[in-house]
């Protein structure tokens, strides 16, 4: 099992940047690939990036590609989302996710989908001002 505590959330104009970090709980972080999601007022949830377990592969929303960058650090227990060029459009609460891997390589699409994820932390609200 694993805890996740997504922090570095805030209050940003739009083409300004932020970091979100994503900090796990327990010795087993590099078994989990991982996953940030986000949830605007009155709408679903929404993938954003995704890493695998090693980090060696990461996905991205085409709403995001290019601008946003997704990173892990295995020794540190922590995955980062790195937000460049933000928008009034990427306001939202951002959660982090884990899913146990298998360590096998597998379509982009298995990485998007929410309901592969095992483990959500509580989210951090990103508002971006126009």
């Known amino acids: 099992q694993v805890q996740l505590v997504e922090s570095g959330g805030g209050l940003v104009q739009a083409g300004g940047s932020l970091r979100l970090s994503c900090g796990a709980s327990?010795?087993?972080?590099?078994?989990?690939?991982m996953g940030w999601f986000r949830q605007a007022p009155g709408n679903e949830r929404e993938f954003v990036a995704a890493?695998?377990?090693?980090?060696?592969?990461?996905y991205y929303a085409d709403s995001v590609k290019g601008r946003f960058t997704i990173s892990r650090d295995n020794a540190k227990n922590t995955m980062y989302l790195q937000m460049n060029s933000l928008k009034p459009e990427d306001t939202a609460v951002y959660y982090c996710?884990?899913?146990?891997?298998?360590?096998?390589?597998?379509?982009?699409?298995?990485?998007?989908?929410?309901?592969?994820?095992?483990?959500w932390g509580q989210g951090t609200q990103v508002t971006v001002s126009s």
């Open positions: 327990g010795r087993t972080f590099s078994s989990y690939d």
């Open positions: 996710a884990a899913d146990r891997t298998n360590y096998r390589a597998l379509p982009p699409a298995h990485y998007s989908a929410i309901d592969q994820y095992d483990y």
């Open positions: 890493i695998n377990w090693s980090g060696r592969s990461t």
